[in-house]
C-alpha cells in the first residue's frame, strides 16, 4: 500500500464529509490544506505525495468554489 502524507488524507476527509453533505467542516478541512500548501510554498516544496502543489492548489481552489465558500470576483473588479 502505497503511504500518503498529510495533504491527501486531508484532501480525502474533505471529499468524504462533502459526500456526508457537512459542507461546514469539508470547507474547514479545505481550509487546513491551504494551510499544508501555504507552508510547503513557504518551503519551497514543489511536490507533495507525487502532486505537485500547484495542481493540489487547484483542486482544493476549485473544491472551494463548488462549495460556494469563495466570493465573487465581480464586486471586488
Sequence with gaps: ?????????????AIQQIRLNQFNEAIETLDECLLILTIATEDNT??????????????????LEDLDAVPA?????
Design 73 to 77: 470576483y465581480d464586486q471586488y473588479i
Design 1 to 13: 500500500m502505497k503511504k500518503v502524507g498529510k495533504i491527501t488524507n486531508t484532501w480525502k476527509r
Design 46 to 63: 514543489e511536490e507533495l505525495d507525487g502532486v505537485t502543489v500547484d495542481l493540489w492548489k487547484t483542486r482544493v481552489w476549485v473544491k
